[in-house]
């Protein structure tokens, strides 16, 4: 039997579409917790003190992992676990598919293991030690996704895209270091909004930002008239073998 070229309605394409928008909608996930958590933490504390009438002083956290000893624990926990479930889900390609499954187990990391107050147990202390490494690999994973996945020079992605990844993926790590200085040196300590608070701020949102515009980016070019996509196997498409391709294309063949 002679196969027909693909139309909008064929189940390939429709196969395809879907792909696209579960991408985007995990991207779009992904950004939105990335912006949304740093500010929402604060004011959490401060609305739950107003709502209960006690003080507001020092509804601001020392750090966004210190928010697992104020009012918005669970708020703080669950973003975390919600982030490792997004990106423990998302799927792209091969390499993006295991970056995006680790930093994902980083994430639950973050959030089942507390960081320390001071002052606890040898387990406590430890646990402690392993927050700030699963922190700190997860920011590393989300800006390598920044500099290396969402640029690519080989699609028709416009050169200031590209920049703009770069630039997010660069403040991801220079805010990542500038926290840890400010954590191991205590700059700041008396500042009611600490610079290890701002630091993470600026590294999430970072992270956010870069990975809505992948969303956007993506659902733009899903969008697009076929013609005007050029190769479908650029970045904003997921990349499969030829024979899943194949499959997707005549699925009456496995009929």
């Given at each position: 039997?002679?196969?027909?070229?693909?139309?909008?309605?064929?189940?390939?394409v429709?196969?395809?579409?879907?792909?696209?928008?579960t991408?985007?909608?995990?991207r779009?996930?992904?950004?939105?917790?990335g912006?949304?958590?740093?500010p929402?933490?604060p004011?959490?504390?401060w609305?739950?003190?107003?709502?209960t009438?006690?003080?507001?002083?020092?509804?601001?956290?020392?750090?966004?992992s210190?928010?697992?000893?104020?009012?918005?624990r669970?708020?703080?926990?669950?973003?975390?676990?919600?982030?490792?479930v997004?990106?423990?889900?998302?799927r792209?390609?091969?390499?993006?598919?295991?970056w995006?499954?680790a930093?994902g187990?980083?994430?639950?990391?973050?959030?089942?293991?507390?960081?320390?107050?001071?002052g606890?147990?040898?387990?406590?202390r430890?646990?402690?030690?392993?927050?700030?490494?699963?922190?700190?690999?997860?920011?590393?994973?989300l800006?390598?996704?920044?500099?290396?996945?969402?640029?690519n020079?080989?699609?028709?992605q416009?050169a200031?895209?590209?920049?703009a990844?770069?630039?997010a993926?660069?403040?991801?790590?220079?805010?990542?270091?500038l926290?840890?200085?400010?954590?191991?040196?205590?700059?700041?300590s008396?500042?009611?909004?600490?610079?290890?608070?701002?630091?993470?701020?600026?590294?999430?949102?970072?992270?956010?930002?870069?990975?809505?515009?992948?969303?956007?980016?993506?659902?733009?070019?899903?969008?697009?008239?076929?013609?005007d996509?050029?190769?479908t196997g650029?970045?904003?498409?997921?990349?499969?073998?030829?024979?899943?391709?194949?499959?997707?294309?005549?699925?009456?063949?496995?009929a």
């Amino acid at each position: 039997m002679t196969h027909d070229s693909p139309t909008q309605n064929s189940p390939g394409v429709r196969w395809s579409i879907q792909d696209v928008r579960t991408i985007a909608i995990l991207r779009l996930g992904v950004g939105l917790i990335g912006i949304l958590l740093p500010p929402a933490l604060p004011f959490g504390n401060w609305l739950s003190a107003v709502v209960t009438g006690r003080s507001t002083d020092g509804f601001w956290p020392v750090s966004m992992s210190a928010s697992y000893y104020t009012d918005t624990r669970n708020l703080f926990v669950g973003g975390l676990c919600a982030l490792g479930v997004f990106l423990i889900c998302y799927r792209f390609d091969r390499r993006d598919d295991r970056w995006s499954t680790a930093a994902g187990f980083f994430a639950l990391g973050v959030a089942l293991c507390p960081t320390s107050a001071g002052g606890g147990s040898g387990v406590q202390r430890t646990v402690g030690v392993l927050h700030l490494v699963f922190a700190g690999l997860l920011f590393v994973m989300l800006a390598m996704f920044c500099l290396y996945s969402f640029r690519n020079p080989r699609s028709a992605q416009p050169a200031r895209v590209g920049t703009a990844y770069l630039v997010a993926g660069v403040v991801i790590l220079a805010a990542l270091g500038l926290s840890v200085l400010a954590g191991a040196t205590g700059i700041g300590s008396d500042w009611s909004v600490r610079p290890l608070y701002l630091g993470e701020w600026l590294a999430t949102w970072a992270f956010g930002m870069a990975w809505i515009g992948a969303a956007l980016e993506l659902a733009a070019h899903g969008r697009r008239p076929s013609s005007d996509r050029g190769d479908t196997g650029t970045t904003a498409l997921p990349r499969q073998s030829d024979a899943a391709a194949s499959d997707q294309r005549h699925p009456e063949a496995q009929a």
